[in-house]
């Protein structure tokens, strides 16, 4: 079992960065790869970026390449989205996943446990 807990979310103006993380809780984080998605309202979850178990592999969206950094600490059991140079267009509440194969980053079904999600709302 893991629990996921995400923070850091909140209102930033349009070009502050912001950084948030997610805290897994249990003793198997380091088997699995990580993934944050982002679900606006009136929208699906979308794919954001994610992580293999080791932290040698990203991977990101094309909307978000370049502004977004996914990263982990697994002594730590957390993983991290840095997000530089925010756009309105990021409003979303965003959540973290873990899932077995790296192999299915991108696919929100293959993954086994889900955080809650943190509100992020970006201004202009």
């Known amino acids: 079992q893991v629990q996921l807990v995400e923070s850091g979310g909140g209102l930033v103006q349009a070009g502050r960065s912001l950084k948030l993380t997610c805290t897994a809780s249990?003793?198997?984080?380091?088997?699995?790869?990580m993934g944050w998605f982002r679900q606006a309202p009136g929208k699906g979850r979308q794919f954001v970026a994610a992580i293999n178990q080791s932290g040698t592999s990203t991977s990101y969206a094309a909307s978000v390449q370049g502004r977004i950094t996914i990263s982990r600490n697994n002594a730590q059991n957390t993983v991290y989205l840095q997000i530089d140079s925010p756009e309105p267009e990021d409003t979303a509440v965003y959540y973290c996943g873990a899932v077995v194969y790296y192999s299915d980053y991108d696919v929100p079904e293959e993954y086994a446990y889900w955080g809650q999600g943190t509100q992020v709302t970006v201004s202009s």
């Open positions: 249990g003793r198997t984080f380091s088997g699995y790869a």
